[in-house]
C-alpha cells in the first residue's frame, strides 16, 4: 500500500476516534488532499484508492496536472485554496468546484459574471481573517454579514467560511468564534483544520479539513 493512502487511513481513523469520543452523529468531515507542488505521480495512488477531494493553490500548475485527470474522472472534486486574483478566474471556473478563498467584493463580481458561462456555479467560501492578521488574507469578521448579502445578491453559491488562524496561538478561540459566525450566516459548512490542527477543527465541526503534509510528506 502506497505511504500515502496508509497515510489518508491514519488521518481518518483518528477524525472517526475524535467523533466517536465527542459523541456527535451525523457529522462526517471531508478530507482535501492538499496536493499543491506534488507532481501528479505522487497524487495518482490516492486517486485510484478511492479520493476524490484534492486542493491546489496555484493556477497554472492545477491546470497542467488536473484538466486531463478530470475529464477522465469525473468524481473528482478540486478545491481552489489559495489567492484568487480576478483575472485568473476565467480558467479556475471550468476546472475547480470549490473556491476556498473569497475575501472581495471585486473577486466576488469576477466570479458572478464568470459563471455565468457555465452551467455548474462553484461552490464558494468566505474567507475570513479570524486573527486579524496584517499579513494574511480575508475579511474582518465585522464585514461578513454585509458581504455575505452581496454575494447572495450577485447569484454566488456561499456555501460556508474558511480561516488561516494565527500560528503561534491555540486555535480554539479562531475555531470557536468561526463556528459562531457561519451559525449566524446560516450556512453549513466551514474549511478549517490542517495537518497540525485537524482534530481541533473537528471538535468545532468543521466539515472540509485541508490537509497537505500530514498525507503527502513534506514539501521540497
Given at each position: 500500500?502506497?505511504?500515502?493512502?496508509?497515510?489518508?487511513?491514519?488521518?481518518?481513523?483518528?477524525?472517526?476516534?475524535?467523533?466517536?469520543k465527542l459523541?456527535i452523529?451525523n457529522?462526517?468531515?471531508?478530507?482535501?488532499?492538499?496536493s499543491k507542488t506534488f507532481?501528479?505521480?505522487?497524487?495518482?495512488?490516492?486517486?485510484?484508492?478511492?479520493?476524490?477531494?484534492?486542493g491546489?493553490?496555484?493556477?497554472q500548475e492545477?491546470?497542467?496536472?488536473?484538466?486531463e485527470?478530470?475529464?477522465?474522472?469525473?468524481?473528482?472534486?478540486?478545491?481552489?485554496?489559495?489567492?484568487?486574483?480576478t483575472?485568473?478566474?476565467?480558467?479556475?471556473?471550468?476546472?475547480?468546484?470549490?473556491?476556498h478563498s473569497?475575501?472581495?467584493?471585486k473577486?466576488?463580481?469576477?466570479?458572478?459574471e464568470?459563471?455565468?458561462?457555465?452551467e455548474?456555479?462553484?461552490?464558494?467560501f468566505i474567507?475570513?481573517n479570524?486573527?486579524n492578521?496584517?499579513q494574511k488574507?480575508?475579511?474582518?469578521?465585522?464585514?461578513?454579514?454585509?458581504?455575505y448579502n452581496?454575494c447572495?445578491?450577485?447569484?454566488?453559491?456561499i456555501?460556508?467560511?474558511?480561516?488561516?488562524?494565527?500560528?503561534?496561538?491555540?486555535?480554539?478561540?479562531?475555531?470557536?468564534?468561526?463556528?459562531?459566525?457561519?451559525?449566524i450566516?446560516?450556512?453549513?459548512d466551514?474549511?478549517?483544520?490542517?495537518?497540525?490542527?485537524?482534530?481541533?477543527?473537528?471538535?468545532?465541526?468543521s466539515?472540509?479539513?485541508?490537509?497537505?503534509?500530514?498525507?503527502?510528506?513534506?514539501?521540497?
Amino acid at each position: 500500500m502506497h505511504k500515502t493512502i496508509e497515510n489518508l487511513n491514519y488521518i481518518q481513523n483518528q477524525i472517526n476516534s475524535k467523533i466517536l469520543k465527542l459523541n456527535i452523529n451525523n457529522y462526517k468531515p471531508k478530507i482535501i488532499a492538499i496536493s499543491k507542488t506534488f507532481k501528479i505521480d505522487h497524487i495518482s495512488p490516492l486517486i485510484e484508492y478511492g479520493h476524490r477531494d484534492f486542493g491546489e493553490n496555484k493556477v497554472q500548475e492545477a491546470l497542467t496536472k488536473w484538466t486531463e485527470i478530470k475529464n477522465i474522472n469525473k468524481n473528482i472534486k478540486l478545491h481552489m485554496v489559495g489567492k484568487l486574483q480576478t483575472n485568473k478566474v476565467k480558467f479556475v471556473l471550468p476546472l475547480f468546484d470549490f473556491i476556498h478563498s473569497l475575501d472581495n467584493l471585486k473577486l466576488a463580481k469576477k466570479i458572478s459574471e464568470e459563471q455565468k458561462k457555465y452551467e455548474n456555479k462553484p461552490k464558494i467560501f468566505i474567507q475570513i481573517n479570524i486573527g486579524n492578521e496584517p499579513q494574511k488574507s480575508g475579511l474582518d469578521k465585522n464585514q461578513i454579514e454585509d458581504f455575505y448579502n452581496e454575494c447572495i445578491n450577485l447569484g454566488l453559491d456561499i456555501v460556508g467560511t474558511m480561516c488561516l488562524p494565527p500560528i503561534s496561538n491555540e486555535p480554539d478561540i479562531y475555531f470557536s468564534e468561526m463556528k459562531k459566525i457561519t451559525y449566524i450566516l446560516n450556512l453549513n459548512d466551514m474549511s478549517m483544520g490542517m495537518s497540525e490542527d485537524y482534530l481541533k477543527a473537528v471538535e468545532y465541526s468543521s466539515t472540509y479539513l485541508r490537509i497537505g503534509s500530514k498525507i503527502f510528506g513534506a514539501r521540497s
